[in-house]
Every structure is written in C-alpha cells, then in structure tokens.
T-cell receptor
Framework: DAKTTQPPSMDCAEGRAANLPCNHSTISGNEYVYWYRQIHSQGPQYIIHGLKNNETNEMASLIITEDRKSSTLILPHATLRDTAVYYCIVRVGNTGNQFYFGTGTSLTVIP | NAGVTQTPKFQVLKTGQSMTLQCAQDMNHEYMSWYRQDPGMGLRLIHYSVGAGITDQGEVPNGYNVSRSTTEDFPLRLLSAAPSQTSVYFC????????????FGPGTRLTVL
C-alpha cells in the first residue's frame, strides 16, 4: 500500500503562497493523489486530486513530479481561514476507494 | 442534498455499554466508510462498504461491527464500549472508482468512561 510522508507543521504569512510537500515514493501507476484539509475537528474537506498531470481548481494547485514520487499542494494566496491540517492521501484498494490518512501537515497562516 | 449526516453529535457511554452510530447519505453513493480520529492523529479506517450487503475491514476494525442493508445507511455498532474507543468518528461516502471524491460527515464525538 502506498503511504505518504508530510512535514508535521508549517507556517505561512498571510497573502503569500503556501507550498505543502508530500512524499509518496511507493505509489502505483493507477493511484491518485488526493489532498484534504481539516479545520478544527470538522469533517475533512476535499481540496484537489490528480494522477500525473498538474491540476488547478478554485482552491489550490497540485504539482506532481514526473516520477510521481512526490507532490506539492499550493495555496496561492493564503488567508487566516486556510489554517488547518492538510492531508495528502494516496488511494489504495481494489475498488480504489480506501483512504489511508497520515498525520498531515498543520499549516498556520500568520497575520 | 443534505450530503452525509451523522447522529448523534456527542455521546457519553459507560464501559461495557453498546450503541450504534448512525450515518446516512442522500447522494446515491455506492461506497461508504467509517473512520476514527484520536487526538492529534490522522483518521484511521475502521470498516467500509462498496454497496448494500457488502462490507469489509479497514485498518482498525476490532470492537466494531457494521452492516449495509440499504444504499443510504451505514451504521457502526459498538457492542461493548471500552475507554480505548473514545474518539471522534467520521463517516464518508463516494461513488466507486479511483478518482471519486469522498465526502465526509460532521463527526460524532464519543467518550467512554
């Protein structure tokens, strides 16, 4: 099963880009990389996902390296409301649906 | 759509008591799952289901039972609660497939004394 490694915590100045790294060196060719965040003790919130190409949506951008062994989530203009724990997840399982969460990165956006 | 709903929001049990955590979704998702989250930890998968009548174990299934009689509902049963089961429980659902997004409920905070 592919697992992920993330730094436990990061700080980012408000208005600056937040770049959150993730290593997933054992990822298989058909496994997607997902990013979720969790604010306080709420249910995790979907941010973005990708397979091999870079992806962008209204919340963030996802950069996946060519060998797919790592990725970076980019929040282009961090706000105080982006303070949360960010989880990088690789989907595993025959159905492709099981998520295995690590401990994530606690991002603090500083005024 | 209400999305994924969970009841109750909070629950206190005594050791040895049983209870059922309810989870329902109105998005016609085939896949449903239960996670637990202990303080300072990430979510860990307890059980999951890929459709009515089909369930399977995740990372930490011991002490929990599930069943899936309908597409909409996926209850989690604690037969004999233990203090080690004090946690926040999240239910999630999605369509089947490698690129399907999972939607999470608001969670149930359970304390076992």
């Amino acid at each position: 099963d592919a697992k992920t490694t993330q730094p436990p915590s990061m700080d980012c100045a408000e208005g600056r880009a937040a770049n959150l790294p993730c290593n997933h060196s054992t990822i298989s060719g058909n496994e997607y990389v997902y990013w979720y965040r969790q604010i306080h003790s709420q249910g995790p919130q979907y941010i973005i996902h990708g397979l091999k190409n870079n992806e962008t949506n209204e919340m963030a951008s996802l950069i996946i390296t060519e060998d797919r062994k790592s990725s970076t989530l980019i929040l282009p203009h961090a706000t105080l409301r982006d303070t949360a724990v960010y989880y990088c997840i690789v989907r595993v399982g025959n159905t492709g649906n099981q998520f295995y969460f690590g401990t994530g990165t606690s991002l603090t956006v500083i005024p | 759509n209400a999305g994924v709903t969970q009841t109750p929001k909070f629950q206190v049990l005594k050791t040895g008591q049983s209870m059922t955590l309810q989870c329902a979704q109105d998005m016609n998702h085939e896949y449903m799952s239960w996670y637990r989250q202990d303080p300072g930890m990430g979510l860990r998968l307890i059980h999951y289901s890929v459709g009515a009548g089909i369930t399977d174990q995740g990372e930490v299934p011991n002490g929990y039972n599930v069943s899936r009689s309908t597409t909409e509902d996926f209850p989690l049963r604690l037969l004999s609660a233990a203090p080690s089961q004090t946690s926040v429980y999240f239910c999630a659902s999605s369509y089947i497939g490698g690129r399907q997004t999972q939607y999470f409920g608001p969670g149930t905070r359970l304390t076992v004394l």
